[in-house]
């Protein structure tokens, strides 16, 4: 599995703000929605200032699916800081999606 | 471990705990999609699951919608797992009840076996199959079930989906109509008629259990595809097949039926029989697809048409007429026969009443004949009068027979009529013919036979006038019997009257001369016939005259003639009576004249017979009577020799002599007339007899008698003993001076005369050839009937006694006799008398000399002479004669003595011997010496001798014989005489 290096301004500034998510999602499909609402609730709850999330489609990319390692969505991954998580599924359970995020 | 391996394992569990949440999130329904990792695509999965449940759904709908019983089985447990509404209304179990159930509960409990076993093959065979299975219902109805079936694995275990169609009622179907098929095909191999079918090449399409019996297949394929044209069809010449437009199945390709009732069908074995076929186009939606050919084995139907029309020639040639006729008489048929008699020809004839046939004026005949037959009668061989076209009348014959339908009803009458006119017209005859001959059995003249035939025929056929001549005096044909109506007789009478014919002239006198039947179809314009005007004045207008013959010499003795008052053409039918009758005639007359003739030859046979046994008797008498003769006259002989002339002693002895040979002279006639005489026969020619008497015979008959002897002009020759016919002509002379008292002519004559069989006929005892002939006429008395009845016989007489010994004629009689000659007498009284004798003449044979007389010094001689003689007497005379004269005589007293004595050694030089002996006569005892002494001579003393030994014994003309009474001179002169012989 390869390690998603920042590569974007948002990424540079989730770097020195702190939380980098990449969120991937299947379009439009139900928990693909959850997911996205969920983790931008919990990043607004808890990490306001100081997070970037990327979402991407992998019904629009689908080649990044496997060059990122991703075999599910919803598939959340925690890009910074390190070490890389990743949560699998529509986000629901807060608790186990903040103890991922704010884990070491 | 390292920092690596502590990475490893950090990554590791990192991973799992991933993994895990990976699947916690799936299976708790947070995943969205998933990525494909060979296309990098996430595949959203609730599309797959949104395609997966639609597709479920589709294939529910399609499951539960399908109108076809579906079920999906575990195969390993065959429980169902789903079961379709299909199913479930089909067959009776809910869905509930289903989903408990296994495949095995839908089998009837017989068939699961069989299911177990299909099962396994299940398992093992393609994926897709089908078969028919047996279903039970949950009612208990078995049907039948075509179920597909189709394997797949479904989460990992075997399943089954199974379509079960119910073709119960298919296969009913399919049965119904299989079963009717069978039955189309029975019906089509059970008929009578042979069908096929061919398609439009001809070929046979079809060909049905009749069609190949009758062409000689067996089985249907035989002739299937095979071109029946060549197979079958060969109406042609010489059984090619009949060229395609004449091909009766070319209806098949017109749109046509045809039907042909003289075709020729082959069989298979080169055989072929007549045929009637129809033939049908066969369509299908308006195409012709070819044809359908029916057709019927017609040779029992042409062979009763041959009969039929056989029968149809039979009645229509029949000579008799056949006419039918139904109920209510109308003629339906009419054959040639029913032309003929009645004059109709068939289409006048057809649709007429049958009353045309029965004469006008009478109740219908022939209409209430076939009533009768209608009620039941039997009208056979019922004699009626019919009616011609022409009106002519014609006598019939019927037989009516009743024709019936199959039920009994009556539906016709057939009738034979058989034309009878001839016949009746026969019998007619007959009946005339047996009343002719009635009648002229009863008359006795051929005159009142005449009259009678005359009157029968006028009154059987209404001949006004018949009448019948006879040759009379004068050689003229004279009316001797006429006949007609009593009120016409005067009329008529000049006719007849007064007329006369000669031969030749007039119709009586044509028919003599021709002695054939003769016809005048028109008596007043024949030249010919004398009354011509006098018949056509009284109303006649044709005439026949028909001989009567009588005898094999045709003999005319009368000619019938007959009157008619219409002139015409011969009438056959009045010919053929009229010759029958004159032949019938002829016939009686010819018998009459024959009873006549019998009646004479009996008599005289009769006459034959009384004089043959009176012959007899005085034979007898006579032989006697020569045996004392012989005594009287030898004794007196030697005495008178032993006396001198002068002597008054020889004077009386010669009175004793005298007197016995007139006494032997006597017996001679008798034994003459008895027949009993020997005859020396020879050839003598009579004129020369007659001629030497003549002298003689003027002395007898005396002045007053005038004798006229006529010789013959050629010799006379006969076979006679001349002494004997010296006596008859002195008879017969003396007895027609007898009959001359007063003078008369006396005439004999020799002549040569050949009698024909008519006289030997009419005459007993002639035979027909050339005769001599002796004919004694005299113009004396004559004799009456009563008195030539006798004047044969011995003893007769009608001179006084006295005069007359009664004896004469009676010699004559039998020394004619037997010269084989016949004598006869003609005599009227007070005219005259002619004995008439008829003697055969002699053929150029041997004329024996006459023996010249014997000298007297030829009476002695000294031989040894053997007696045989049984009469003692004669033996005593005779042996005394010999002795006197020097002779040596041994005795014998019969046969068996001559023979014993001939046995004896010692010379004989002779045997004279009587001829007629008991136990041994002379001519055998004679052969038997000579068996003994072969050289010895034999010399025959007869006064007594049977006819037969005379004609067939010994006693031929070369045997030497002396008569007796022996007289001494005759005896040993003959003795002499054969001693002398060699």
């Given at each position: 599995m390869a390690t998603a290096a920042p590569t974007s301004m948002a990424t540079l500034r989730a770097t020195r703000a702190g939380l980098l998510l990449r969120l991937y999602i299947a379009g439009n499909a139900p928990n693909s929605l959850r997911a996205i609402a969920n983790v931008k609730a919990i990043c607004d709850e808890h990490f306001a200032t100081r997070h970037e999330l990327e979402i991407v489609d992998l019904l629009d990319h689908p080649g990044r699916a496997l060059a990122d390692g991703i075999i599910v969505t919803p598939t959340l991954l925690k890009l910074l800081p390190l070490p890389v998580q990743r949560l699998i599924g529509n986000l629901s359970d807060r608790r186990q999606v903040l103890v991922t995020l704010g884990s070491t | 471990m390292n920092a690596s391996e502590a990475m490893h394992t950090r990554d590791l569990a990192q991973r799992l705990s991933e993994a895990e949440a990976t699947i916690k999130a799936l299976l708790s329904g947070e995943i969205d999609a998933v990525v494909?990792?060979?296309?990098?695509?996430?595949?959203?999965l609730s599309k797959a699951q949104d395609a997966l449940r639609e597709s479920v759904e589709r294939y529910r709908i399609l499951f539960e919608n399908s109108p076809l019983p579906k079920w999906l089985y575990d195969?390993?447990?065959?429980?169902?797992?789903a079961v379709n509404d299909a199913a479930v209304g089909h067959y009776g179990y809910s869905r509930e009840e289903f989903l408990q159930m296994s495949i095995m509960d839908l089998c009837p409990p017989e068939n699961v076996q069989e299911v177990f076993r299909e099962i396994d093959r299940i398992e093992l065979g393609p994926p897709s199959s089908f078969k028919v299975w047996k279903h039970q219902k949950k009612d208990g109805t078995v049907i039948d079930v075509e179920v597909t079936g189709h394997t797949f694995a479904l989460e990992g275990r075997k399943n089954r989906l199974i379509v079960g169609q119910d073709i119960t009622e298919r296969r009913r179907a399919e049965r119904a109509l299989s079963a009717s098929e069978e039955q189309m095909r029975l019906l089509l191999d059970s008929t009578g008629e042979g069908i096929y079918g061919i398609d439009l090449h001809g070929n046979c399409t079809l060909a049905n259990a009749a069609c190949l019996r009758m062409l000689g297949y067996r089985e249907e394929r035989e002739l299937l595809g095979r071109n029946l044209h060549e197979l079958a069809h060969h109406g042609g010449e010489g059984g090619t097949a009949r060229p395609v437009e004449g091909r009766i199945y070319q209806s098949g390709l017109r749109d046509e039926g045809s039907a042909l009732d003289d075709e020729i069908l082959w069989r298979s074995d080169g055989s072929h029989f007549p045929a009637q076929l129809r033939s049908f186009p066969l369509k299908r939606d308006g195409a012709r697809v070819g044809a359908v050919v029916s057709f019927l084995d017609i040779t029992a139907r042409k062979k009763a048409e041959e009969t039929m029309r056989w029968l149809a020639a039979i009645v229509e040639a029949s000579w008799d007429a056949i006419i039918g006729t139904d109920p209510a008489g109308t003629i339906t048929s009419w054959n040639q026969g029913a032309e003929r008699i009645y004059g109709y020809a068939a289409r006048d004839a057809l649709g007429k009443p049958i009353s045309i046939l029965s004469p006008e004026g009478q109740a219908d005949v022939a209409g209430s004949i076939n009533a009768r037959a209608l009620a039941g009668d039997v009208v056979r061989d019922f004699e009626s009068i019919g009616v011609r076209k022409d009106g002519s009348r014609v006598d019939v014959s019927v037989t009516l027979s009743l024709i019936r339908d199959a039920a009994g009803r009556i539906r016709g009458i057939s009738g034979v009529s058989r034309d009878i006119t001839d016949r009746r017209a026969a019998e007619e005859q007959v009946r005339l013919l047996n009343n002719i001959a009635l009648a002229a059995g009863e008359a006795t003249t051929l005159e009142e036979t005449l009259n009678v035939v005359l009157r029968l025929i006028c009154q059987a056929t209404g001949i006004p006038l018949a009448d019948a001549w006879v040759p009379g005096s004068g050689d003229k044909l004279e009316c001797r019997g006429h006949w007609s109506r009593p009120e016409d007789r005067e009329r008529f009478r000049p006719l007849i009257e007064g007329w006369s014919f000669e031969k030749g002239r007039g119709l009586p006198g044509r028919v003599w001369a021709s002695r054939k039947l003769a016809w005048i179809a028109n008596l007043a314009a024949d030249a010919n016939f004398a009354r011509a005007a006098l018949a056509e004045k009284l109303g006649l207008g044709a005439g026949v005259a028909v001989p009567i013959l009588v005898g094999e010499q045709l003999e005319l003795v009368a000619v019938i003639e007959a009157f008619l008052p219409q002139p015409g053409e011969a009438n056959t039918n009045l010919i053929a009576l009229l010759s029958a009758v004159a032949a019938q005639i002829g016939s009686v007359v010819q018998r009459r004249r024959a009873e006549e003739a019998l009646r004479k030859s009996e008599g005289q046979l009769r006459q034959a017979q009384k004089m043959e046994a009176i012959g007899h008797l005085t034979g007898g008498v006579a032989h006697d009577f020569n045996n004392l003769l012989s005594v009287i006259l030898g004794y007196s002989g030697l005495l008178v020799a032993e006396f001198?002339?002068?002597?008054p002693k020889r004077a009386d002895l010669l009175e004793i002599k005298t007197a016995g040979e007139r006494a032997a002279a006597l017996t001679q006639q008798l034994l003459a007339f008895s027949r009993q005489q020997v005859l020396q026969p020879r050839v003598v020619d009579l004129n020369q007899v007659v001629g030497a008497m003549e002298k003689m015979l003027r002395r007898l008959i005396g002045e007053d008698v005038d004798l006229t002897v006529i010789p013959a002009p050629a010799p006379a020759k006969a076979h006679i003993d001349p002494s004997q016919m010296e006596q008859v002509i002195m008879n017969l002379a003396v007895n027609a001076r007898d009959a001359m008292p007063t003078g008369g002519k006396l005439t004999i004559e020799v002549g040569r005369v050949d009698l024909d069989e008519a006289y030997a006929a009419a005459h007993a005892g002639a035979s027909a050839g050339p005769h001599i002939m002796l004919a004694v006429s005299d113009t004396g008395s004559g004799m009456d009937a009563a008195t030539q009845a006798r004047v044969f016989e011995p003893f007769f007489t009608t001179k006084e006694p006295g005069k007359g010994t009664g004896l004469g004629l009676s010699t004559v009689f039998g020394i004619v006799r037997q010269s084989a000659g016949t004598i006869w007498l003609y005599s009227e009284p007070g005219k005259g008398t002619s004995f008439k004798i008829y003697l055969p003449v002699a053929g150029p044979g041997s004329d024996k000399t006459q023996s010249q007389p014997v000298e007297p010094?030829?009476?002695?001689g000294s031989e040894t002479v053997l007696l045989l003689e049984d009469e003692e007497g004669v033996r005593k005379l005779v042996r005394s004669i010999l002795q006197r004269n020097g002779y040596r005589v041994i005795e014998a007293k019969d046969g068996t003595d001559a023979l014993r004595i001939a046995q004896n050694p010692g010379v004989i030089d002779l045997l004279l011997t009587?001829?007629?002996?008991?136990?041994?006569?002379g001519a055998e005892a004679a052969s038997r010496l000579l068996a003994v002494r072969p050289g010895l001579k034999l010399l025959y003393m007869s006064g007594y001798t049977d006819n037969a030994v005379v004609l067939h014994g010994v006693l031929r003309s070369e045997a030497a014989f002396v008569q007796k009474p022996i007289t001494p001179t005759a005896l040993l002169s003959k003795v002499r005489e054969v001693l002398d012989s060699p």
């Open positions: - | 494909d990792s060979r296309t990098s695509t996430p595949l959203l195969l390993e447990t065959l429980r169902f797992l001198e002339p002068g002597d010094a030829r009476l002695h009587d001829v007629v002996m008991p136990h041994m006569g």
